[in-house]
């Protein structure tokens, strides 16, 4: 039997919980099956955790759906990854499939920096404790502070403390020719106010960028000679950008792994470029600061400063002044319209001749600016998008992303995000993705950074 382990995808998530639901069958007979069958996979937690690339399947060669998954959890935060789910359909126990699935799990963390992934599981099942020793997990002390996080989510399902241990496996730090892992996050525009004209004759604007737990996963390698390579056009010339700006004779594999399916909107290529120039500059040991950074990637694009700072931004002037700003926590129903809107013609429309006076942070957090000056010549240019927006403003106050045609609705909780999205049109396609104060990046970076 041969199979392959690759990033679970939406279409999956049926499958997944149907998994779930018979790996949990085989429990029936111990004392934890009451606790066990009371407890199932929330469909839209699981494709939000797909979304943030935390999911993988197990899929036979010449089959479409899964025989088994594995769910990482880093929700609770710093250097340590745990084991949210695993599970294999049972007709394909003891084939292998778990093994590859932990493996590649504990390999994808040591990338992205973890030093450690945790588990809890139960002692006296062949299948739970046993089967983790074979693959370097110990048990250790579940008393321990670092475990509280673990007790306290069993306590909120009603699981009994003494039927768990919990277990943790070491991980080591890549080295330079590994591959490290990095994410690069997307990030929507809240504001666009057109402020002036300079004067090559570009629009002015005034913009609060946000960023999101939503990112696309760069890997890079260091090579031992000077070649640069990547299919990535970005990729490549924020390499070569930082090479030559630094002096190093260095070389570097770069593969880009695309998470992020809306189609336009969220500035993907400066996200990118921004990731490239910090995590060549670990792997390199360059040993330039984020200052420094921020004002070579200037060079690259205007918004790749604000993805170098890891900050969301109130932004001046096509990058040039760039201010953070602290923001509510909150999410959004994106909704991509699958119309595609040339920024460069949009930026270039003789329709943008409404110049407005400057908005400040608080007319903006107040809800009194929320202008953007580009939504009226998108909606008359581009009808999916405008039938979007409308769509969406049924649900409350929906409103653009820039000059795209991505639009989006903000909600205070993910439960009101998730019930707007459900009801999204099937010839739109709907996403929830939360805004985050640290960038996903910097996180990342502060991880592979504790350890040289």
């Not at 770069?254 to 490239?276: F, H, N, P, Q, Y």
């Not at 109130?314 to 699958?338: F, M, N, Q, S």
């Not at 998108?378 to 929906?398: E, K, N």
């Amino acid at each position: 039997m041969s199979f392959r382990i690759e990033p679970a995808n939406r279409a999956h998530v049926k499958a997944i919980c149907a998994i779930e639901r018979a790996a949990v069958e085989m429990f029936r007979t111990h004392r934890a099956w009451r606790f066990y069958s009371a407890v199932s996979i929330p469909p839209e937690q699981l494709e939000e955790e797909i979304q943030r690339g935390l999911v993988w399947v197990a899929i036979l060669d010449g089959h479409a759906d899964p025989v088994g998954f594995i769910w990482l959890d880093t929700e609770h935060g710093g250097d340590v990854a745990g084991i949210a789910e695993i599970d294999v359909l049972p007709e394909y126990g003891r084939r292998g499939v778990g093994a590859a699935l932990l493996e590649h799990a504990c390999d994808w963390a040591r990338a992205a920096g973890y030093r450690r992934v945790d588990l809890g599981t139960l002692a006296d099942v062949p299948w739970n404790a046993p089967f983790y020793a074979k693959h370097g997990f110990v048990a250790v002390d579940k008393h321990d502070a670092a475990f509280a996080y673990a007790r306290e989510r069993d306590r909120e399902n009603g699981f009994p403390d003494e039927l768990r241990v919990f277990m943790s496996r070491p991980l080591s730090p890549p080295d330079a020719l590994e591959w490290s892992v990095w994410p690069a996050p997307a990030k929507l525009d809240l504001l666009a106010n057109l402020i002036g004209v300079s004067e090559d004759g570009q629009p002015e604007i005034q913009q609060v960028m946000r960023l999101l737990d939503w990112s696309d996963e760069v890997r890079v390698r260091a090579r031992a000679d000077e070649t640069i390579h990547s299919e990535s056009a970005v990729a490549m010339r924020a390499a070569q950008w930082l090479r030559e700006s630094f002096g190093a004779r260095a070389g570097v594999d770069i593969v880009i792994e695309k998470r992020i399916d809306v189609a336009d909107g969220l500035d993907r290529a400066s996200s990118v470029t921004a990731t490239v120039l910090l995590a060549l500059n670990h792997v390199w040991r360059c040993g330039l600061g984020v200052d420094e950074l921020a004002d070579l990637g200037r060079e690259l694009g205007p918004d790749v400063p604000m993805f170098v700072r890891g900050r969301s931004a109130w932004v001046t002037g096509a990058g040039a002044r760039i201010k953070p700003i602290k923001l509510p926590r909150r999410w959004y129903v994106l909704v991509d319209a699958h119309e595609n809107v040339p920024h460069e013609e949009i930026f270039q429309a003789t329709e943008l001749t409404r110049i407005a006076a400057p908005a400040t942070i608080s007319s903006f957090a107040s809800g009194e600016t929320l202008e953007n000056v580009f939504e009226q010549v998108v909606r008359t240019r581009y009808p999916r998008v405008a039938a979007a927006l409308d769509w969406l403003g049924s649900h409350g106050h929906a409103r653009l992303s820039g000059s795209s045609g991505c639009a989006f609705l903000e909600t205070a909780t993910p439960e009101r995000a998730e019930a707007v999205a459900r009801r999204c049109p099937a010839t739109f396609t709907a996403r929830v993705v939360e805004g985050v104060g640290l960038s996903p990046l910097h996180r990342a970076l502060a991880r592979h950074a504790a350890t040289g």
